[in-house]
């Protein structure tokens, strides 16, 4: 119900910051501009009933709305309940008991693991407004971008880093951002937006080296497969531009919470 709601939120989000709208204020349908209603609003129910129709002009609405809150919602139930091999508890107290011994004993582990899903449903809030902005729109908004460094900082927070750990985010968020900067440049920002290039800090810097290079190869051979298939259904054409951002979102919550299977699976792959 949380997901559902906070899901909502983010349509609101996705919609209003690349046309730097205020998130206050009443929603209104884009086509008639009525200000719509308590039982407008509510996530799936009124989609559903209202036949995906505005209850005013009749307008279709896009589909992307309760699928934006569906996918909120499942990926909230993941974080809390199944997003656990992340940080499977042992490990995870093994981490805070001696983060706790240097930081003073007023941080129960129990706190630390409700900051830590916290910090992924902040993530994960995060990553869908630039999957879906971005394919909307093709902006990513940069208070969406400091979101999801901020709460990518207290995620790594609550995985107990020292500052030498930490200093290894830093140069791996600079390493992460590289390649797409050059591209960036090489292109003269027709291939890449400057939000890619940030967007790669944050994964850089929330994953380390080795995960960020493997979220940017999912994201590459992805946005790769998704191109030549919709230049085969005659959807876009070989110049036309497709936005790389959800492509990045796609490696990145990958490779967070998919990590050991990914590795696993590139063992498998390279036996070396
Ligand atoms: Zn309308």
Request: proline letters at 4%; aromatic letters at 12%; charged letters at 15%.
């Given at each position: 119900?949380?997901?559902?709601?906070?899901?909502?939120?983010?349509?609101?989000?996705?919609?209003?910051?690349?046309?730097?709208?205020?998130?206050?204020?009443?929603?209104?349908c884009d086509?008639?501009?009525?200000?719509?209603?308590?039982?407008?609003?509510?996530?799936?129910?009124?989609?559903?009933?209202?036949?995906?129709?505005?209850?005013?002009?009749?307008?279709?609405?896009?589909?992307?709305?309760?699928?934006?809150?569906?996918?909120?919602?499942?990926?909230?139930?993941?974080?809390?309940?199944?997003?656990?091999?992340?940080?499977?508890?042992?490990?995870?107290?093994?981490?805070?008991?001696?983060?706790?011994?240097?930081?003073?004993?007023?941080?129960?582990?129990?706190?630390?693991?409700?900051?830590?899903?916290?910090?992924?449903?902040?993530?994960?809030?995060?990553?869908?407004?630039?999957?879906?902005?971005?394919?909307?729109?093709?902006?990513?908004?940069?208070?969406?971008?400091?979101?999801?460094?901020?709460?990518?900082?207290?995620?790594?927070?609550?995985?107990?880093?020292?500052?030498?750990?930490?200093?290894?985010?830093?140069?791996?968020?600079?390493?992460?951002?590289?390649?797409?900067?050059?591209?960036?440049?090489?292109?003269?920002?027709?291939?890449?937006?400057?939000?890619?290039?940030?967007?790669a800090f944050?994964?850089?810097?929330?994953?380390?080296?080795?995960?960020?290079?493997?979220?940017?190869?999912?994201?590459?051979?992805?946005?790769?497969?998704i191109g030549?298939?919709?230049?085969?259904?005659?959807?876009?054409?070989?110049?036309?531009?497709?936005?790389?951002?959800?492509?990045?979102?796609?490696?990145?919550?990958?490779?967070?919470?998919?990590?050991?299977?990914?590795?696993?699976?590139?063992?498998?792959?390279?036996?070396?």
């Open positions: 119900m949380l997901g559902l709601a906070i899901g909502s939120f983010l349509n609101v989000l996705i919609d209003r910051l690349p046309q730097e709208e205020s998130i206050m204020g009443r929603s209104h086509h008639c501009k009525k200000d719509l209603a308590w039982n407008d609003l509510l996530p799936i129910l009124s989609y559903v009933y209202l036949g995906a129709r505005c209850r005013y002009c009749r307008k279709k609405l896009s589909f992307i709305y309760p699928l934006v809150e569906l996918i909120t919602a499942a990926l909230f139930v993941f974080v809390v309940w199944i997003g656990l091999p992340l940080s499977p508890s042992s490990q995870l107290l093994v981490g805070t008991e001696n983060w706790l011994k240097e930081t003073g004993p007023w941080l129960l582990s129990l706190h630390v693991l409700v900051l830590e899903k916290l910090a992924l449903l902040g993530i994960v809030s995060a990553a869908i407004v630039i999957f879906f902005s971005d394919l909307k729109y093709q902006i990513i908004p940069d208070s969406i971008q400091l979101s999801l460094f901020a709460f990518s900082f207290l995620f790594l927070i609550t995985q107990g880093v020292t500052p030498k750990v930490f200093l290894n985010q830093v140069i791996s968020a600079f390493v992460i951002m590289l390649p797409i900067l050059v591209i960036f440049l090489l292109t003269k920002s027709k291939g890449m937006g400057f939000g890619d290039v940030k967007l944050s994964m850089g810097f929330l994953l380390g080296i080795m995960e960020g290079i493997l979220a940017l190869y999912i994201g590459f051979i992805s946005g790769a497969l030549i298939i919709l230049i085969f259904l005659r959807k876009k054409r070989l110049k036309s531009k497709i936005a790389f951002g959800p492509f990045l979102v796609l490696g990145l919550l990958t490779m967070l919470f998919f990590k050991n299977n990914i590795f696993q699976l590139v063992r498998v792959v390279y036996p070396f």
